[in-house]
């Protein structure tokens, strides 16, 4: 009879018991703080737990990779060496030169998992998309969820299909050529199942959006360690090319070396085992360029990051809006354009502070800041959870598309956005604590109350409702005036690919017109014109060839002449 080991991170306890298979095996510590046990006859699938001292309630394990009865169930062990994977012929999916779609595995289909999802994969393809970016996976407490408060991150949330199912669905994209990036949390854990301290020493303080870790202090080895496994194993285990960290500004670590430092030298170190190219991409608001300055030049070396400020400013440029954190970015959307961040240690009136610090657009790469004029928290985080097109008409976005699929940064768009769905994107969680739940739903009411919003204009986070009318409709994709969207999209995509001027990440070979309402991009011998004024616009360009147009402008010999809400893509 064969014997399973388990082992658990407990340093501060005095004593921890297995619980497995009705029964109880005392385990024995090491000098690191960790507890093993041989147990007889235990199986891949066998269901476990931890006792902790003389606290009879169990929990599941830290590092569990299979949580099928939910975050306060036991865990079940998971041989990852079972997936019989087709993939392996896949050489990985660069970011340079890439189309990143993000979307929610549970509001992408009606049914919410990642078979369903599979199924809408030729789509993406047809799109001209390269990378899938799915958001959180790992276990949170209920079914419905964005997945940000997850707290067993090792664990593939089940309702969605649990770890076979996410393999099939990375496996089924890589038979596309489509490469995965996963979103992942390591700043802070949900507020339901987060019984990592149960076990060590792993919370040091807290945030807004609850816990965080110990990177930095006494006994945190094993916490970085946590997180450093965690992210080499979706790369090794579930064969994904790209990690999205999530809010990486809000990870306390003072050492001199930086947990994102550390976590980009092991990834690279696998992607030169793997053979194929892994990705980290950071989401922060610091506006500091050491996020992707390579580790020998003094940066942490991560692949990209998130550009907020792009966002801001074409959404301030496509809608008015100039509230709250939009408020700096009226006027400014050709210089964010120019050098990515529009904060470059400069006033910021929504912080009351100077912020940021200019990238060197002589040697920075633009492929490594994300573009995008919509994604899951510019529209989820808004009180209604309504997309562009709630507020401006299709014509329009159109129009900021051009500029992001002409851009020298990595375009990224959100599921549903190709063909101007109509479905907004609400916020939604399905805690089965009614305290909780009542507490998320109150406090989301009071936080749009302080901006004017009544309490029954605010979608209700805890109904079924609000999950349903945040899932795609894809029906809408027959209608003509949603496909005229799409096919747009699609054009503009192929566009880039088609013209290696338009994906060219270098900022020194970028130019940008501005006039009253107007841009014009230079791009090699391309050029794209956008009239976002409220009149027809004439601009001196001498074109040999028009590429692609949208909103019926005129294109003759020595003008573009170009009506509201149009662009123009030529070649000079």
């Known amino acids: 009879m064969t014997a399973e080991q388990f082992s658990v991170w407990a340093p501060d306890r005095d004593r921890v018991r297995l619980?497995?298979?009705?029964?109880?095996?005392?385990?024995?510590?090491?000098?690191?703080?960790?507890?093993?046990?041989?147990?007889?006859?235990?199986?891949?699938?066998?269901?476990?737990?931890?006792?902790?001292?003389?606290?009879?309630?169990?929990?599941?394990?830290?590092?569990?990779?299979?949580?099928?009865?939910?975050?306060?169930?036991?865990?079940?062990?998971?041989?990852?060496?079972?997936h019989a994977w087709t993939d392996a012929a896949w050489t990985g999916r660069a970011l340079a030169g890439s189309v990143l779609y993000e979307l929610h595995i549970g509001t992408f289909t009606t049914e919410g998992t990642f078979d369903a999802a599979i199924g809408k994969l030729d789509h993406l393809v047809d799109l001209g998309v390269d990378v899938v970016e799915v958001l959180p996976v790992n276990s949170f407490d209920g079914v419905e969820g964005?997945?940000?408060?997850?707290?067993?991150?090792?664990?593939?949330?089940?309702?969605?299909?649990?770890?076979?199912?996410?393999?099939?669905?990375?496996?089924?994209?890589?038979?596309?050529?489509?490469?995965?990036?996963?979103?992942?949390?390591?700043?802070?854990?949900?507020?339901?199942?987060?019984?990592?301290?149960?076990?060590?020493?792993?919370?040091?303080?807290?945030?807004?959006?609850g816990p965080t870790l110990n990177l930095d202090g006494p006994d945190s080895d094993e916490v970085r360690r946590y997180v450093l496994d965690n992210a080499l194993s979706w790369f090794r285990d579930f064969h994904v090319d790209a990690l999205r960290l999530d809010a990486v500004h809000a990870l306390r670590d003072t050492r001199a070396t930086h947990?994102?430092?550390?976590?980009?030298?092991?990834?690279?170190?696998?992607?030169?085992?793997l053979g194929r190219p892994l990705s980290l991409i950071a989401e922060s608001d610091l506006n500091d360029p050491r996020h992707t300055t390579p580790r020998e030049s003094g940066g942490y070396g991560l692949t990209a990051q998130w550009c907020d400020d792009l966002h801001h400013a074409l959404h301030v440029a496509l809608t008015g809006e100039v509230s709250g954190y939009y408020?700096?970015?009226?006027?400014?959307?050709?210089?964010?354009?120019?050098?990515?961040?529009?904060?470059?240690?400069?006033?910021?009136?929504?912080?009351?502070?100077?912020?940021?610090?200019?990238?060197?657009?002589?040697?920075?790469?633009?492929?490594?800041?994300?573009?995008?004029?919509?994604?899951?928290?510019?529209?989820?985080?808004?009180?209604?959870g309504d997309r562009l097109t709630a507020t401006v008409s299709p014509a329009r976005v159109l129009c900021g598309a051009a500029l992001v699929f002409s851009s020298p940064y990595t375009p990224m768009l959100f599921m549903g956005e190709e063909w101007a769905a109509t479905t907004p994107w609400q916020f939604f969680a399905s805690f089965p604590d009614a305290e909780l739940a009542d507490a998320v739903r109150t406090g989301r009411r009071r936080e749009f109350a302080e901006h004017g919003w009544g309490e029954s204009e605010v979608p209700d986070p805890m109904s079924a409702e609000t999950v349903r009318a945040s899932t795609l409709d894809w029906g809408e994709l027959d209608a003509l005036a949603h496909r005229a969207v799409y096919d747009t999209y699609r054009a503009l995509i192929?566009?880039?690919?088609?013209?290696?001027?338009?994906?060219?990440?270098?900022?020194?070979?970028f130019e940008v017109e501005e006039g009253e309402g107007w841009l014009v991009v230079h791009r090699g011998a391309i050029r794209v014109a956008v009239n976002l004024s409220t009149a027809s616009v004439s601009l001196p360009i001498a074109a040999t060839a028009t590429l692609l147009t949208s909103g019926d402008p005129h294109v003759g010999v020595d003008t573009v002449v170009l009506p509201p809400d149009s662009f123009a893509v030529v070649r000079v």
């Open 259 to 273: 947990l994102l430092e550390d976590l980009s030298a092991e990834v690279d170190a696998l992607s030169a085992a």
């Open 327 to 384: 408020t700096d970015f009226e006027g400014g959307l050709a210089t964010t354009l120019r050098q990515a961040f529009f904060h470059t240690g400069t006033w910021s009136s929504f912080r009351k502070r100077t912020h940021g610090r200019p990238i060197d657009t002589r040697t920075a790469s633009g492929h490594r800041f994300l573009i995008y004029l919509q994604n899951h928290d510019q529209i989820g985080n808004r009180a209604t």
């Open 19 to 82: 619980a497995t298979g009705g029964q109880r095996h005392e385990m024995t510590k090491d000098e690191r703080g960790w507890w093993h046990v041989e147990v007889p006859g235990a199986t891949a699938g066998a269901d476990y737990a931890f006792v902790l001292d003389d606290d009879e309630q169990s929990y599941p394990d830290p590092r569990s990779l299979w949580q099928p009865d939910g975050v306060h169930g036991p865990s079940r062990r998971y041989d990852h060496g079972t």
């Open 494 to 509: 192929r566009l880039r690919k088609d013209n290696p001027e338009l994906s060219d990440p270098r900022l020194t070979h």
């Open 146 to 209: 964005w997945g940000y408060d997850g707290v067993l991150w090792g664990a593939v949330h089940e309702p969605y299909g649990g770890p076979d199912g996410f393999k099939r669905f990375v496996d089924a994209c890589h038979a596309r050529g489509l490469g995965v990036a996963l979103d992942v949390v390591y700043n802070h854990l949900g507020p339901s199942g987060a019984y990592l301290d149960k076990f060590g020493p792993y919370f040091a303080g807290s945030t807004i959006w």
